[in-house]
């Protein structure tokens, strides 16, 4: 990780202890032991790296959130990753995280980075709010790549900034929207976050 962001992880772990943050579990499941991209995961990324990694992106995604409190966030006690044979690239269904043992497998390049890159962007969608279902798809996915922007874990092959044919698109072209956004509003996504606790609204961004 990038300097800066290995210091706001250390800042963050030293308000939760003054703040009394509850403690998250983390869980790591290999459902994909003996397949190419099972072996891979255990050899390249391993299940302590990707205990800390799910440590680490929670306490990034609650400082770019501004959740300094319980009160600010999800009540989610417990993750568990997942890795599967399964076609894609990862989903998340509520506390947990599931990655594709097949897209480990055939990545070609540094998987570890890679894997952190989609474990940011699947960890924002345990932690951010939705609208209560309302918000476009796209602007979710697009809030889930912003995080993993910021984070400095974009990879190459994602559009420029300014590219792509609406805002709300999605993924890598939304993401760079709202980074245009928060950089003339340095609050600006994490505001659009917490407006989205209980609805959605375009208006949002008026």
Known sequence: ?????????SCLVIL???????????DVINNAEGSDGGSRFENEIGTEYS???LNFSTFFIWGLFQQYTDHDRKDVQ?????????DGVAYTAGDEVHVSANYIGDYSGDVKTEF?????HEMTHVWQWN?????PGGLIEGIADFVRLSADLAPGNWVKPGEGDRWDQGYDV???FLDYCNGL???FVAELNEKMRDGYSDDFFL
Request: aromatic share 8%; net charge neutral; hydrophobic share 45%.
């Open 1 to 9: 990780m990038a300097p800066k962001h290995m210091f706001l992880f």
């Open 16 to 26: 939760g202890t003054l703040h009394g943050i509850h403690t998250v579990e983390f």
């Open 51 to 53: 205990k800390s990694t």
């Open 78 to 86: 417990k993750v568990t990753l997942i890795i599967e044979i399964m």
């Open 116 to 120: 952190t890159g989609v474990i940011f």
């Open 131 to 135: 609208g209560a279902g309302e918000a």
């Open 174 to 176: 939304t993401a760079r």
């Open 185 to 187: 509003s340095s609050d």
